[in-house]
């Protein structure tokens, strides 16, 4: 028993500091990802993190421990299926509609997490911050840079979750809110059914309108959340 109470306790010596920099550097990325509304935010990014972290760590366990005839495991055989499984997760992240493809930043960001997860378990805690800290950078710039300075056109798609049906959330109403800020509407859905209420909308337009739009939305009394895939 005392023996297993070591174990315990050096394991999770190991894994503390571990666990701790992948929290810090998957709700980093969530946060940047949270702000501009996209689905895989800080809890999503914080549990890729530290899912990638256990697997690596669990792995590079059982490659330093003697199991079969003295022969030692591979590190790298549970850490390289976190490369092919997180495809999976970053693929329901990206959609295809009329010609347009969204989500892929997102993806991107998910793949990207993933390794994070992969360096923080080996040990590599201060190259895991400084990409962390160059990742958020990136994307922070770059969409300044897209905004400010290309201003492209690209098919934007949110859910709106309402408190109750309201006359002052109708399809005029935010068709006109679209053309004031030179959003072109592409669909529209309600969902009235069930305890809450939402509206489904895509439409293409620039980053700036956009994200302008989405302050005049948060402006309508009965709007309880807005969600951008």
Same mark, same amino acid.
């Given at each position: 028993? +005392?023996?297993?109470?070591?174990?315990?306790?050096?394991?999770?010596?190991?894994?503390? &500091?571990?666990?701790?920099?992948?929290? %810090?550097?998957?709700?980093?990325? @969530?946060?940047? =990802?949270? *702000? +501009?509304?996209?689905?895989?935010?800080?809890?999503?990014?914080?549990?890729?993190?530290?899912?990638?972290?256990?697997?690596?760590?669990? #792995?590079?366990?059982?490659?330093?421990?003697?199991?079969?005839?003295? *022969?030692?495991?591979? &590190?790298?055989?549970?850490?390289?299926?976190? $490369? #092919?499984?997180?495809? %999976?997760?970053?693929?329901?992240?990206?959609?295809?509609? +009329? @010609?347009?493809?969204?989500?892929?930043?997102?993806?991107?960001?998910?793949?990207? !997490?993933?390794?994070?997860? !992969?360096?923080?378990?080996?040990?590599?805690?201060?190259?895991?911050?400084?990409?962390?800290?160059?990742?958020? !950078?990136?994307? $922070? #710039?770059?969409?300044? %840079?897209?905004?400010? %300075?290309?201003? =492209?056109? =690209?098919?934007?798609?949110?859910?709106?979750?309402?408190?109750?049906?309201?006359?002052?959330?109708?399809?005029?109403?935010?068709?006109?809110?679209?053309?004031?800020?030179? *959003?072109?509407? /592409?669909?529209?859905?309600?969902?009235?059914?069930?305890?809450? &209420? /939402?509206? =489904?909308?895509?439409?293409?337009?620039?980053?700036?309108?956009?994200?302008?739009?989405?302050?005049?939305?948060?402006?309508?009394?009965?709007?309880?959340?807005? +969600?951008?895939?």
């Amino acid at each position: 028993m +005392k023996i297993m109470d070591t174990q315990f306790l050096l394991t999770l010596q190991v894994l503390w &500091p571990k666990l701790l920099v992948a929290l %810090f550097c998957g709700g980093l990325i @969530g946060l940047e =990802r949270e *702000l +501009k509304s996209k689905a895989a935010g800080i809890k999503t990014n914080m549990l890729i993190c530290v899912g990638a972290t256990l697997y690596t760590a669990i #792995s590079m366990m059982m490659a330093s421990s003697e199991i079969v005839d003295g *022969l030692k495991g591979d &590190p790298a055989r549970i850490a390289a299926q976190i $490369v #092919s499984g997180i495809g %999976f997760l970053g693929g329901g992240a990206i959609l295809q509609s +009329k @010609g347009n493809v969204v989500g892929l930043t997102t993806a991107a960001t998910i793949w990207l !997490v993933a390794a994070l997860g !992969v360096w923080i378990g080996m040990g590599q805690l201060a190259v895991a911050a400084c990409v962390t800290l160059l990742i958020v !950078v990136v994307l $922070v #710039s770059v969409t300044f %840079f897209e905004n400010q %300075f290309l201003g =492209r056109k =690209r098919l934007f798609r949110i859910t709106i979750h309402l408190r109750e049906k309201s006359d002052e959330i109708t399809r005029a109403a935010l068709e006109e809110l679209m053309k004031d800020h030179e *959003l072109s509407l /592409e669909e529209y859905r309600e969902i009235m059914s069930g305890e809450q &209420p /939402e509206i =489904r909308l895509a439409y293409v337009g620039r980053n700036h309108d956009h994200a302008q739009m989405l302050l005049e939305l948060w402006k309508i009394r009965g709007i309880l959340d807005v +969600k951008q895939l």
